[in-house]
């Protein structure tokens, strides 16, 4: 089984920490899968890399994992860039059936993204790493219950 990680590198050291937090949890979750992580620019390059990914032939990931961090600053640019993420993310979950763990987190200030990606209370890559795990059961058990049927008039 393989996961990927689209991880952004904008605020480097928040977003590494989610990466390594994350790969700690699927580590100890999930111990016989491969993680294949892909680093991106920024937040906003994530989707579009996800889609790449789960557009690569027949065996897409069982899951992706998409995180970075989003820090407000002045203007509304933060805002822009999250809802257009999530947005996007969750279009690709549909479009191809595949769960897309959302993790790309908008925070305030550093106390925040601290919290979130170093902290042990709030810890979104640890949290991700569990929903991937969740997901991938979820979706290997629809498929043992309910296969797919293919018509062979297509």
């Not at 709030?122 to 991937?132: H, K």
Request: charge should be negative.
């Amino acid at each position: 089984m393989r996961v990927c990680i689209v991880a952004g590198k904008y605020n480097e050291q928040f977003a590494d920490a989610l990466v390594e937090n994350t790969v700690a949890e699927l580590s100890e979750l999930m111990p016989q899968t491969r993680v294949d992580i892909i680093r991106v620019p920024g937040a906003f390059e994530i989707p579009v890399t996800v889609a790449n990914v789960l557009d690569r032939g027949e065996s897409p990931p069982a899951c992706v994992i998409a995180l970075g961090v989003i820090l407000k600053g002045a203007t509304s640019h933060a805002d822009l860039i999250a809802n257009s993420v999530t947005l996007s993310l969750q279009e690709l979950a549909i479009k191809h059936k595949v769960p897309v763990i959302h993790e790309v987190l908008l925070v305030e200030d550093e106390k925040q993204a601290y919290a979130r990606c170093i902290g042990s209370n709030l810890n979104r890559g640890r949290e991700a790493a569990r929903v991937a795990a969740s997901m991938v059961d979820i979706f290997s058990e629809i498929e043992r219950s309910m296969p797919r049927v293919i018509s062979r008039n297509a």
